[in-house]
């Protein structure tokens, strides 16, 4: 699903205004580039705890946007993140943030 048709759907369920989606998705961007920073640094600390909080949360605000398959990637690394080794941890969180960017940059173009 693409940028357009989540604002669509977005518009279509919660009934909201165009004008509030795209505040809604604008702020979305904006944190979810500082929690990525953040889940990033966290996990470099060893600091699993923080790590999943910020994972939930996002988890929460990706599903609560209908940005389903970003939910869906946060919730698996959220669930599985004690039990990964380092790398898998990296390459499950590499994925998250190509996925969040390809959305938006589409958005851009």
């Avoid at 919660?14 to 640094?41: A, F, G, S, V």
């Avoid at 929460?60 to 919730?75: I, P, Q, V």
């Avoid at 380092?86 to 851009?108: N, R």
């Amino acid at each position: 699903m693409d940028l357009k048709e989540i604002k669509a759907k977005l518009e279509k369920e919660l009934k909201l205004k165009k004008e509030i989606i795209e505040d809604l998705l604008e702020k979305y961007k904006e944190n979810t580039e500082k929690e990525l920073k953040e889940i990033k640094q966290k996990i470099k600390e060893a600091d699993l705890s923080q790590a999943k909080k910020l994972l939930h949360k996002l988890k929460g605000t990706s599903f609560n946007l209908r940005l389903n398959d970003l939910g869906e990637m946060a919730a698996n690394l959220y669930k599985k993140i004690e039990s990964l080794d380092p790398e898998e941890i990296d390459k499950k969180l590499l994925e998250l943030e190509e996925k969040f960017k390809k959305l938006f940059q589409k958005a851009k173009d």
